[in-house]
């Protein structure tokens, strides 16, 4: 599986676009990029995830690099309730998901 | 109704005594998983289960057991509880028909080894 660097943490303010980055530079051809998030402790939550294309739904957006070493998901008007943990998962065929330290993103007032 | 149940939610337990944590789906889904979290870290795969008659080992499985009892139920043992195995246990479902391996989390047990 591939490895991924994600921040730390991050903030943003409510009501504005969250951009969280993710580099994965060694990921292989037929890895899909997941992102999940977890809300305080709660079970993770999916979100999102794609190949190379583009990719939106009604939680996020997800913007691959033509040379997919890297993607960002965009929370397109952050709210309050988006304060959590956000993992980006590359991951083939195997059952595994690789959850590393992922990054805490804080929506402050 | 939650569609991925745990239970119990939270549990303390002492070194040595054997413990089990259940895990209910409604979802239909034939793929369950059990995964634990330590603090400040990410989850771990300790056991996945393709069908009732499919057990595989994740990436931590020594000192745990599992059992399908059936196509919804999904539990985890510890024979043997000890104090590193303190952690916060999640339960997941997926289903291969539906969204590609997006996986679906229960509400976690939390379990302390004193």
Known sequence: ?109 | DADVTQTPRNRITKTGKRIMLECSQTKGHDRMYWYRQDPGLGLRLIYYSFDVKDINKGEISDGYSVSRQAQAKFSLSLESAIPNQTALYFCATSDLHGRAYEQFFGPGTRLTVL
Request: hydrophobic letters at 30%; charged letters at 20%.
């Open chain 1, 1 to 109: 599986d591939a490895k991924t660097t994600q921040p730390t943490s991050m903030d943003c303010a409510e009501g504005r676009a969250a951009n969280l980055p993710c580099n994965h530079s060694t990921i292989s051809g037929n890895e899909y990029v997941y992102w999940y998030r977890q809300i305080h402790s709660q079970g993770p939550q999916y979100i999102i995830h794609g190949l190379k294309n583009n990719e939106t739904n009604e939680m996020a957006s997800l913007i691959i690099t033509e040379d997919r070493k890297s993607s960002t998901l965009i929370l397109p008007h952050a709210t309050l309730r988006d304060t959590a943990v956000y993992y980006c998962i590359p991951r083939g065929g195997s059952e595994k998901l690789v959850f590393g330290k992922g990054m805490k993103l804080t929506v402050n007032p």
